[in-house]
C-alpha cells in the first residue's frame, strides 16, 4: 500500500493535480475539502456547521475532520492506497492521521509539498471563483484569512513529517502538466 499526502496552501493545485494522480496511480482520492462540500450540498447538519467555518476562511474543527477521515478509510479496505488531499491541516490531525493508518498496519509513505507564490494563489482563488461558485473563493479578505490560517496552523504538518523525513518540496509554478511530471517523478522513486 502507497499513501501520499498532497501538501499545499490554498490554491496551490492539490485538487488539479489529485485528478491526475487517481487516473494515472488509481489512489483512493480522500480529499476533505470535497467531503465537506459534499455535506453541504446534501445540507446535512454537519456540512451546515462546517459551512460556516469555511465561509470564513477558517479551518473547520479537527475532531469534526478527523470522523469523517477515519469513516472513510474503513470504508476503504483493500485499496491499493490513499490519496490525501488538504488533509492533514493541522498538527493534531497528523497526528490522528498516522494513528489511524497505523491501526490498519500502515503509514505515510511521502508528502509532496506544493511551492507556489502567494500572489499566484490570490488569483488562482479569483480566477476558480468565476465558475466554482465557491462562496470561499469570492472575497479578498476570507482568501488571506486562508493564507494566514495555512501559515499559522497549517505548516506544521511540514515540519510534524519533515521530522521522519518524509517531505518533498515541488515547485508548483508553470504548466500543469510539467507540474504532474515532477510529482509522478517522486511517487515512482519510492513505489
Ligand atoms: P480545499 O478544498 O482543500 O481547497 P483549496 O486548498 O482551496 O485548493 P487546492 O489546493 O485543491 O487548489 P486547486 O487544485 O483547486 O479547502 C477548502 C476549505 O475547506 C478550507 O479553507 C477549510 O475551511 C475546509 N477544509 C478542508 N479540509 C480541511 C481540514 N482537513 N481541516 C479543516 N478544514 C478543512 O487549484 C486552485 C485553482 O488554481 C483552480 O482554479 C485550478 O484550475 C488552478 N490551478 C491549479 N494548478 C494550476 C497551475 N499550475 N497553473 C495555473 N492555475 C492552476
Redesign the pocket.
Known amino acids: 500500500m502507497f499513501n501520499l499526502i498532497l501538501f ?1 496552501p ?8 489529485s485528478e491526475k494522480l487517481i487516473a494515472k496511480y488509481g489512489f483512493k482520492h480522500l ?4 467531503l ?2 459534499s455535506e453541504i450540498s446534501n445540507q446535512t447538519k454537519l456540512g451546515m456547521e462546517a459551512k460556516s ?2 465561509d470564513k ?4 474543527p ?1 475532531a469534526v ?1 478527523i470522523g469523517m477521515v477515519d469513516a472513510a478509510i474503513s470504508a476503504n479496505k483493500g485499496v491499493n492506497g490513499f490519496l490525501f ?6 498538527k493534531a ?1 497528523a497526528i490522528a492521521l498516522d494513528n489511524l493508518l497505523d491501526s490498519h498496519a500502515t503509514a505515510i509513505n511521502v508528502v509532496l509539498a506544493l511551492d507556489v507564490p502567494e500572489e499566484e494563489l490570490i488569483a ?2 479569483i ?2 471563483a468565476k465558475t466554482s461558485g465557491r462562496t ?1 473563493d469570492a472575497d479578498e479578505s476570507v482568501q488571506k484569512k ?1 493564507i494566514s490560517v495555512y501559515k499559522n496552523e497549517t505548516l506544521a504538518v511540514a515540519e510534524h513529517y519533515s521530522a521522519f523525513d518524509k517531505v518533498v518540496t515541488l515547485n ?5 502538466d510539467t ?1 504532474f511530471t515532477s510529482i509522478c517523478a517522486e511517487i515512482d522513486a519510492r513505489a
Open positions: 499545499g490554498p490554491g496551490s493545485g492539490k485538487g488539479t493535480q480529499s476533505t475539502g470535497d465537506l462540500r467555518f469555511m476562511g477558517q479551518l473547520v479537527d475532520v488531499d488538504g488533509f492533514p491541516r493541522t490531525q488562482r482563488m480566477n476558480r470561499d486562508r508548483g509554478l508553470g504548466e500543469i507540474i
